[in-house]
Nanobody, 127 residues
């Protein structure tokens, strides 16, 4: 059974940092591209960042480029998202997700674009 478990969320002030993790099991993590997506309260799904299976290629939404860094440790079967210079607009539930299509790692923004995702971790940016 595929499992993705996000952690690391919390309450942080604007300008602060958080590091999210997504631990996985039940599938060969190193063989799959993976993305971070988020959904703010009352908002639709927003793709945040994606990384190829080998980790050598990453993609970012314009809204987070230069502030967020996606990475992965295939030996630990874990995906990461380092978030710096956080803004109130970054408040959302963050999910790690496995896209259905090869190009999905770069921008897929509908739930139907993903095969699997976790339960999410809440990030709240507020003063």
């Amino acid at each position: 059974e595929w499992q993705l478990v996000e952690s690391g969320g919390g309450l942080v002030e604007p300008g602060g940092s958080l590091r999210l993790s997504c631990t996985t099991s039940g599938f060969t993590f190193s063989s799959f591209d993976v993305s971070w997506v988020r959904q703010g309260l009352g908002k639709g799904l927003e793709w945040v960042a994606g990384i190829r299976s080998h980790g050598g290629t990453t993609y970012y939404a314009d809204s987070v480029k230069g502030r967020f860094t996606i990475s992965r440790d295939n030996a630990k079967r874990t995906l990461y998202l380092q978030m710096n210079s956080l803004k109130t607009d970054d408040s959302a539930v963050y999910y790690c997700a496995v896209p259905r299509e090869v190009d999905g790692v770069d921008g897929a923004s509908e739930w139907d674009d993903y095969n699997y995702w976790g339960r999410g971790t809440q990030v709240a940016v507020s003063s």
